[in-house]
């Protein structure tokens, strides 16, 4: 028997479908048993031929059934040793979607940006130019490094803004940092296995590459960025470093540490990844220079991305390879498509080629700055002397070191949450357990300007009372 319930969401064959299924496996349609003729199981369901028919495909193409000419559709003969066992129905996924999420009124995680922020109408306008000036384009995968006219605008761009020195065969376009890593990792297996990490510092590195078996050795980070002499110490011959704005301390590298780093990385027959996560968004002078710029024939990886100030939804990133390592590049990647959809690419070249990325890193700078301005003055304001502020100036967080406070961090953050204050857990970025100072990371991206104090105002109630 088989019943066509009122439940909406899943199409008549798909029912008649499972239920048939459902009886076969468990035993309750026997082997070789016909089933109901398509036309007699369509009259007694009151459903189309159509609708019959393709349920009745379905089976035969997985198995379940098997046809006779002019004769109908029979139970095949399973193992019942190989069959999975028969689950009761559950509405796990409907419970899971419909848990409430918690609402938070004050967003300082450190990844969040402005709502407002990206150019939606233009990038709409953008987008369907390009559909509609070369659609044929779409029916192909596109460059594996990705599409060439972006790479020559992002090249243009890196060379006027960050001292970068490369030509567009150098550069791959990626799907964020991780896909980055993904392809640098196999690039680097064959003489490297130990890669050095800032302490504190960003854990998607980590997480990589221990995945590619990769160990770790954590390097402390002092004010003026990583620690030279403990990396020497490591014996690693390859690093992971934020030196224009520390992931997440906020401490930029001098120049004599800087060339110092690259003279190492010769020593050893060295690699450094430099990952200039948020270099445009530096609120007190100039934007610091790149490290690859410095030394632009050396073994640096240099990593950037659109998600800090355009969009991290729309997983668009970038990475210039050294030259010497562009042939086994070629070797391993000969088949590859690239990882970022050629649409998204032909509309951020079209973006940053009518002049509309600059005219947008203006507008952010001057969102953020306001924003940045408004969280250190309300952090003086509602702490005092009950908190250091540590590396502000740049990028989309702060981090605040607590006096005297006498809650542990998840005791902070849950206390905060249920003051409806989302705030990430600055430990995630260390690989050895803290026990020392009392470190909050606090974003204000995604936070209202005029409601920053307040948030701050609840914080602190959070943190001392």
Known sequence: MILLDDKQGQPLHSKIYDQIKSQITAGTMKPHARLPSIRALCAELAVSHNTVEYAYQQLLAEGYVYSKPKSGYYVSL???????????????????????????????????LAPESFPAALWR???????????????????RQGDWALRSEIRSYLARSRGVICEPEQIVI?????????????????????????EPGHFIPRTVFHNHLFATAPIPVHVDGLDLSALQASRSTVVYVTPSHQFPLGHIMPVAN?????????????????????????????????????????SIIY????????????????????????ERYQQLFYESASSAALLEQQTLYKFMAEGYWDRHLRRMRILYKKKHDTLVQAVHRRFGEQAV???????????????????SEAELIKRAQEKTIRLFPLSKTYMAK???????MLGFGGIDSDEIDRGVKLLYQACYK
């Open 258 to 298: 800087r060339l110092k780093l690259i003279e190492w990385a010769e020593s050893v027959g060295g690699v450094i990844i430099e990952d200039d996560y948020d270099s445009e968004l530096r609120y007190q002078g100039s934007p610091v220079p790149a490290l690859q710029g410095l030394h632009p024939q050396a």
């Open 174 to 198: 990626c799907a964020g940092l991780q896909d980055s890593l993904s392809i640098i990792v196999p690039l680097l297996r064959p003489n490297h296995s130990l890669l050095a990490v800032e």
């Open 434 to 440: 803290q026990t020392g100072k009392k470190l909050l």
């Open 125 to 143: 306008k953008l987008m369907t130019g390009c559909l509609r000036d070369e659609p044929g384009q779409f029916a192909g995968y596109g460059s």
């Open 303 to 326: 990593i950037g991305t659109f998600s800090k100030v355009l969009s991290p939804a729309l997983r668009v990133s970038y990475m210039v390879l050294p030259k010497q390592m562009l």
């Open 78 to 112: 399973l193992d019942a040793e190989f069959l999975p066992p028969s689950l009761p129905e559950s509405n796990t996924c409907s419970k899971i979607l419909s848990e409430r999420q918690p609402v938070y009124n004050f967003d300082f995680h450190p990844a969040s």
């Open 389 to 407: 502020i540590i590396g502000q100036g740049a990028g989309l967080h702060v981090v605040l070191e607590l006096l005297n406070s006498v809650f």
